[in-house]
DNA sequence: GTCTATAAGAGGATAGAC
DNA sequence: GTCTATCCTCTTATAGAC
């Protein structure tokens, strides 16, 4: 039944984004769905199973914001960057973006398995891909760097631990904590200048 | 005995920088050590405990390095924070940086409760304060953030996923992943730039 | 303090009835 | 496909002899 595994993943993803994968439980998840555990196993064979058809979930949506930012025409290979990232930071301090343990072998091996999973991921990779070549060309990203560098950058905020830090301290609203956390990645711990260096 | 004690924690060090908390077992320290698991409750009560000590002893090397760098007589604030999160940036690529989840509650509760960790952990976040406000009054770093957000942001290279992945790629050297790494955190993914934009 | 042996419990997965 | 009940492994932690 299609609706029920939408609530099974979509109660993943909350528990995934809330404890991580390690102290996340079947039982819990099984709870929160409302159904017996052995009811989830037949539906996903396994607790890695359903991580993985959590992330697919979370590339889906990805690539969604991909497809609206292609659409906006006037929008430069950059701002359309930032704004993929924007919203992935948007979704971390909301306390809606999975994330996994990169050490995790077990669970590894089961999404380099998963061919829905490494498809969505090559997928974005590659259109992510197209607007960073663009965007070194325009001048808005360090040339110098290899594409592949800049990527694994803007997929790094979606795990970035300093928005939870910034968080849990209280003092700071959530748009204004993306607004640092993006804006240090674009522009780093110095700041934008529009102006030469004084020195 | 303190020399059986250090060798313990220089076991969970390299464990825990291995495979992380929730994957690290008492067992596979034991065995690392060389000794009986009951031995190694002698020392430690907890595994929580032997994560705490790996976690003094990484924040007194880190202390000790900004004790090195303040000693540079000609070096501006901004030159000492750079080199320090160089140093943990190196530590990191060369797999003996330790990380905790930030998730994991019992964890957290223990050390919150430990008192050398959290001396030691503020000890360190008012040495980098002071170089820090230092930095953005000379310039040096955007004065419109607060602080608390600088601090993160350099305690975040700690456990910054990129250094591995470009590691697992195989394509590039250590000293070049860190030198990206260090120059995306303080200039970000536009790059350095000597002179006024173009546009 | 070190060992062997074992308790105690959590958690992933399955059996089998309905 | 859903349930209850159970299995089984892994892992933390401890008992008790030396």
Redesign the pocket.
Known sequence: ?RV?EDAIVESVNRLLADKGFD??????V?ADV??????????F????ALAAAAMVRLLQRTLAVVDQQAAQAQASPMQRLEAVTRWALELQVAGDMPTLPSQNSSLRAELMAHKAYLELLLQLSERLGEWIVQAQAAGDIDPTLPPEVVLYTIFARACDPVPAFLKAGGQHSDAQIVDWVLSICLHGLRGPRTAAPVR
């Open positions: 039944m029920r102290l996340m439980t079947v039982d819990e099984a409302g159904i017996a555990k052995a009811s989830l196993y037949k539906h064979p396994s607790k890695e």
